[in-house]
């Protein structure tokens, strides 16, 4: 099975609202989580990442937070606009040779104007 | 920079049918990825590339799915024959090497009935 998942399928937010998707993860020895934002007819792209030795990360307007203990990662979107609205996943790279690539099943955030 | 490119956007066939999907990856990258997206699911491995050699194709159906890439850029995805459970969004990434970051193009649509 996959070894990442989201909480919640669907996030519907409040334009200028702060939004907050999590994500759960079931391999400890993972080393390197993504989030991803893909919007309607377009390939995913990427926003942010965090390594296992860190706790917080922060971009433009993104923070993404790893909890190792409860194996939790969550990406903050600080005063959501119309153009957050889209599928957003979590993405774990394994290690190895591959460095491989698996993605969570996504949450749909929706801004309400 | 130019993108991934992918071609054709969509395509609709019918069962039993054959298909293929071409990729362009950005200039320079060594590292070329094919995913499939069913509706409501996160991206999905299926091949990894690296330059004109196969590091990953565990999850390949090979029985029908086939991927080259001979001469290190481009690549082909073929399905055949196609089956209704084919119907997804094909995404081709590519990055300059296996740990770095993943560009993704905007898919192919495939619709088998």
């Known amino acids: 099975g996959e070894s990442v998942g989201l909480h919640l399928p669907t996030l519907s937010v409040q334009e200028g609202d702060n939004s907050i998707i999590n994500c759960a993860y079931s391999?400890?020895?993972?080393?390197?989580f993504i989030w991803y934002k893909q919007e309607s007819g377009k390939g995913p792209q990427f926003i942010i990442d965090?390594?296992?030795?860190?706790d917080k990360r922060q971009g433009q307007r993104v923070t993404v937070l790893l909890n190792k203990t409860v194996k939790h990662l969550s990406l903050q979107i600080a005063a959501t606009q119309p153009g957050d609205s889209a599928v957003y996943f979590c993405?774990?790279?394994?290690?190895?040779?591959?460095?491989?690539?698996?993605f969570g099943a996504g949450t749909t955030v929706t801004v309400r104007a | 920079e130019a993108g991934v490119a992918q071609s054709p956007r969509y395509k609709i066939i019918e069962k039993r049918q054959s298909v293929a999907f071409w990729c362009n990856p950005i200039?320079?990258?060594?590292?070329l990825y094919w995913y499939q997206q069913i509706l409501g699911q996160g991206p999905k491995l299926l091949i990894q590339?690296?330059?004109?050699?196969?590091?990953?194709d565990s999850q390949l159906p090979k029985d029908r799915f086939s991927a080259e890439r001979l001469k290190g850029v481009d690549s082909t995805l073929k399905i055949q024959p196609a089956k209704l459970e084919d119907s997804a969004v094909y995404l081709c990434a590519s990055s300059p090497a296996p740990a770095y970051e993943q560009y993704f193009g905007p898919g192919t649509r495939l619709t088998v009935t």
């Open positions: 590339f690296q330059n004109n050699g196969v590091v990953d």
């Open positions: 391999n400890s020895a993972s080393d390197y």
């Open positions: 965090i390594r296992s030795n860190m």
């Open positions: 993405a774990e790279l394994s290690g190895g040779n591959d460095y491989k690539l698996s």
């Open positions: 200039s320079g990258h060594a590292t």
